[in-house]
């Protein structure tokens, strides 16, 4: 089980810090992924980390301002957003992967939470 928290309204220019902690899963076994859906859009790739946290991968429209992290002492995944744009206005959704090389691949997740709202206003 994934469980995201940490969405919510913030201004233009502002942060926020998503979290996603798993629960039943041997997390450190696993690729850990961000993704983000909008209104009327397909999910997206955010940000990625592999199952150490040896290597990270971000979309090019948040690379510089978005930051993933884990710690697997916690079981938990971090999206650390910074200048937020009106455009990050998306749920956001935590995943996790066997395999890291899947990362992009939305129907190669094992396993998905319910997603996290985050509303950017301008």
């Known amino acids: 089980q994934l469980v995201e928290s940490g969405g919510g309204l913030v201004q233009a220019g502002g942060s926020l810090r998503l979290s996603c902690a798993a629960s039943g899963l041997t997390f450190s076994r696993y690729a850990m992924a961000w993704f983000r859906q909008a209104p009327g859009k397909e999910r997206e790739f955010v940000a990625a980390?592999?199952?150490?946290?040896?290597?990270?991968d971000y979309s090019d429209s948040v690379k510089g301002r978005f930051t993933i992290s884990r710690v697997n002492a916690r079981n938990t995944v971090y999206l650390q957003m910074n200048s937020l744009k009106p455009e990050d206005t998306a749920v956001y959704y935590c995943?996790?992967?066997?395999?890291?090389?899947?990362?992009?691949?939305?129907?190669?997740?094992?396993?998905w939470g319910k997603g996290t709202l985050v509303t950017v206003s301008s």
């Open positions: 995943a996790a992967s066997s395999d890291y090389s899947d990362r992009y691949y939305p129907p190669n997740m094992a396993y």
């Open positions: 980390i592999s199952n150490l946290a040896y290597s990270t």
